[in-house]
């Protein structure tokens, strides 16, 4: 049996991808956007560089497992600062989404930071919209192949110097300039440069807005996040419809016009490609390029400004806003308390661990002078970023006595010393037939460095 053709073979089950031409606009929203890319960028390529007490003021060391913020040095054993942060950072999402719309998307994502500084080289190099359009559509010459090779070395010197700091993160970046120069990088140091600089390349420089369209999953569920009183890029339908072109000074109302003039302007400038007059789209990516745009219209048609805005849904309808609304209190009460109770445990943090563990291979034994011993294998983990002498003692039951094979108690910084002790008591000063005891640590040259680590001492018990 024949197979038939479709009934509209021409129609394809996914949309014909359509390079987007962002055309350059200026205006205060634009301001804002290159000043916080510029900010963000400076961050990442310069923090490598910054010194702290003759280290990397940022390195996270993975295989001495430490990691160096500054002046506090964090070790796996501190991973519930690092979930914390990342508790934060959800919440902190939701806040500012909740109050002012896809804010992160427009400013602050690296997709949005990375492309804006590829589409800034991209001009630089092939031109202004129409100019990157008509070298697009041209057919191929050793113009147009210079050109291009020019913008693609540009932008993969750029990507292999963005792999190498993020690398930079990990290994202390001078070691790594030095690896490098020298031609002496490492398998896993040569792979991440590599990769971070291609996924650099391939999502700034080519997929562009088909990450915010296609593999975001922000985008999806920002609705649930947004109320009538969240801020959004918005088109005033009352102001500017219906539209149309016009000469400058055409009488609206005369011409039965409204202050849209549809010259596409708005659609020209946004980086996705999408039409506001429409309506808010989870393609919105909030950046306002289209409010700058329009406002430069605007202000040649000498309307006024606002026809494509900020604005909230209640504003459109001519209901009462609220700012302060229930949703935006409880997200900012929780973000200070969890703001507060990391940054009180941060400052009031000890840089020293101390684990016992009692020897379970032998419950307990006499010694000759008629003592119950129990003996504990002691690990002690110094965080602090200097050695440090150790004074330890123990109480808990009368007339305790502590036995340790090395009297002295020395630790390098950042290294675990392991000893045995053990713990002597006579069992008629027991009460029960395991009994708490506590285990003190305190540094001889520090008097914050103490801490306190209970175990059990185990013994026949009272006749």
């Not at 609705?223 to 149309?244: C, H, K, N, Q, W």
């Not at 040649?300 to 849904?313: A, C, F, Q, W």
């Not at 109480?395 to 045995?420: C, R, S």
């Amino acid at each position: 049996m024949q197979e038939q053709a479709p009934e509209n073979p021409d129609k394809a089950l996914y949309a014909a991808h359509q390079k987007i031409y962002p055309r350059e606009v200026s205006g205060y929203f634009t301001r804002l956007r290159v000043l916080s890319i510029v900010g963000l960028l400076g961050i990442y390529y310069i923090m490598p560089l910054l010194q702290w007490d003759g280290r990397q003021a940022l390195l996270f060391d993975l295989p001495a497992r430490k990691f160096y913020i500054f002046g506090l040095t964090l070790w796996p054993q501190d991973f519930i600062y690092l979930a914390a942060l990342l508790i934060l950072a959800g919440l902190s999402l939701f806040f500012f989404t909740a109050l002012l719309g896809r804010v992160w998307c427009g400013y602050a994502c690296p997709q949005t930071v990375w492309t804006e500084a590829y589409l800034w080289m991209e001009r630089k190099i092939e031109g202004n919209r129409g100019r990157r359009m008509k070298l697009d559509k041209a057919p191929n010459s050793a113009a147009k192949f210079r050109i291009k090779l020019i913008k693609h070395g540009v932008w993969i010197a750029f990507s292999l110097w963005t792999g190498f700091t993020f690398v930079g993160y990990f290994t202390p970046i001078d070691e790594l300039g030095t690896k490098l120069f020298t031609a002496n990088l490492g398998p896993w140091e040569t792979f991440w440069i590599l990769f971070y600089s291609f996924a650099t390349y391939g999502n700034a420089g080519f997929m562009r807005e088909q990450v915010c369209l296609y593999m975001c999953p922000y985008a999806r569920f920002q609705g649930a996040m947004f109320d009538s009183d969240t801020l959004i890029v918005a088109y005033r339908p009352e102001r500017g419809e219906p539209r149309g072109s016009r000469r400058r000074g055409t009488d609206l109302q005369q011409a039965g016009l409204g202050e849209c003039i549809d010259c596409n302007v708005c659609v020209q400038v946004c980086p996705t490609g999408i039409d506001i007059r429409d309506g808010l789209q989870y393609e919105c990516i909030a950046c306002s390029a289209c409010i700058d745009g329009c406002n430069e219209i605007m202000d040649k048609m000498n309307y006024p400004r606002g026809l494509i805005d900020y604005s909230t849904e209640n504003a459109a309808l001519g209901n009462p806003q609220r700012i302060l609304r229930p949703r935006v209190l409880i997200y900012a009460a929780i973000l200070l308390i969890l703001c507060g109770s990391l940054l009180t445990n941060l400052l009031q943090r000890i840089p020293l661990e101390l684990d016992v563990i009692r020897d379970r291979n032998t419950l307990y034994r006499e010694t000759r002078d008629g003592l119950i011993e129990n003996v504990y294998k002691l690990k002690i983990l110094n965080m602090d970023s200097q050695a440090h002498r150790y004074i330890l003692t123990a109480d808990g039951i009368d007339g305790l006595k502590l036995i340790l094979d090395e009297p002295e108690i020395e630790v390098e910084a950042g290294t675990v010393q392991q000893l045995i002790a053990r713990i002597q008591a006579d069992e008629f000063n027991m009460e029960d037939r395991s009994v708490a005891v506590r285990f003190h640590l305190q540094a001889a040259d520090a008097n914050h460095l103490q801490t306190t680590e209970e175990a059990r001492f185990v013994g026949p018990g009272k006749n």
